[in-house]
């Protein structure tokens, strides 16, 4: 059973930065992309930042030169960095990932973290 922890929300001032983690546990096989989704309420639940096996990224244009996706795979952690918060980017930021569990080659799987508070003041 493949289980992910984040880690690294609170609450900071505009402006300011904070990183989030999240660490898979349980066995893997294969880890294929990682990525930072964040919900603020009354909204819908959106992609802020991918990466994939290769290391290619994704990010919302909205977050586009403030937040930086990485990965470590020998941790199977993912990380966001972000940077110039603004108020608007308060949400709920959940980790997600795709990945073959177990020991050997089967179906992928998608997987989601609890979620993690972030609030960012003015």
């Known amino acids: 059973q493949v289980q992910l922890v984040e880690s690294g929300g609170g609450l900071v001032q505009a402006g300011g930065s904070m990183r989030l983690s999240c660490a898979a546990s349980?066995?893997?096989?294969?880890?294929?992309?990682m990525g930072w989704y964040r919900q603020a309420p009354g909204k819908q639940r959106e992609l802020v930042a991918g990466i994939d096996s290769g290391r290619s990224t994704y990010y919302a244009d909205s977050v586009k030169g403030r937040f930086t996706i990485s990965r470590d795979n020998a941790k199977n952690t993912a990380y966001l960095q972000m940077n110039s918060l603004k108020p608007e980017d308060t949400a709920v930021y959940y980790c997600?990932?795709?990945?073959?569990?177990?020991?050997?080659?089967?179906?992928?799987?998608?997987?989601w973290g609890q979620g993690t508070q972030v609030t960012v003041s003015s």
């Open positions: 349980g066995s893997i096989f294969e880890l294929y992309a």
């Open positions: 997600n990932l795709q990945a073959v569990p177990g020991g050997a080659w089967g179906p992928s799987h998608d997987y």
